[in-house]
């Protein structure tokens, strides 16, 4: 079983500026990181005089092999923010990036050579298993992107806006 991936770090990032006619804030969020990648199996069981493998029980398992990669980590948040004051003309605008989920690990080659006889006995159980699984990708996460414009004369315009990627 190979490890998960490691949780993307959080990002706040705010731009104020009380004295200026545009505020431009871009955040990047950390994203999470791969899982890694599973081995290979091998196995190998049996022997001519004595290849009996024998189980009971319920939900008893003989034989199982698995190989199983790893999920990918979780993104990390984002907040980005710009504030803009001024007495003329004045405009705001928050990009935020990121939060992005990693990549889910690969299965590997599970290779099962079994020379005899395999027996269970009980309600579900299982003789055989060979499994090769790949990990899922990570969660994404929140992105919050925004802007705030004041302009403190009566006659000039303002504009904010946010955009959010992620």
């Known amino acids: 079983i190979a490890g998960g991936g490691g949780t993307g770090g959080v990002n706040i990032s705010a731009l104020l500026i009380p004295r200026s006619d ?15 990648d599973a081995g290979d199996v091998t196995l190998t069981r049996g022997d001519v005089e004595r290849g009996l493998t024998q189980t ?24 980005s923010a710009g504030i803009s004051a001024t007495q ?12 992005f989920g990693g990549d889910g690990g690969n299965g590997g080659t599970v290779d099962v050579d079994i020379n005899g006889t395999v027996e269970t006995a009980g309600e579900n159980a299982g003789g ?33 806006g946010g955009i959010g990627v992620g």
């Not at 003329?88 to 939060?99: E, F, M, P, R, T």
């Open 22 to 36: 545009t505020a431009i804030n871009v955040g990047v969020g950390g994203s999470g990181g791969a899982g890694g």
């Open 56 to 79: 009971f029980g319920d939900q008893s398992k003989a034989i199982t092999a698995q190989s199983v990669g790893g999920g990918g980590g979780r993104g990390g948040v984002n907040v």
């Open 88 to 99: 003329q003309g004045s405009g705001a605008i928050g990009l935020g990036i990121g939060g």
């Open 128 to 160: 055989v298993k060979a499994q090769s699984l790949g990990g899922g990708g990570g969660e994404g996460a929140i992105n919050v992107a925004g802007g705030a414009a004041l302009s403190l004369s009566g006659g000039s315009g303002a504009f904010a």
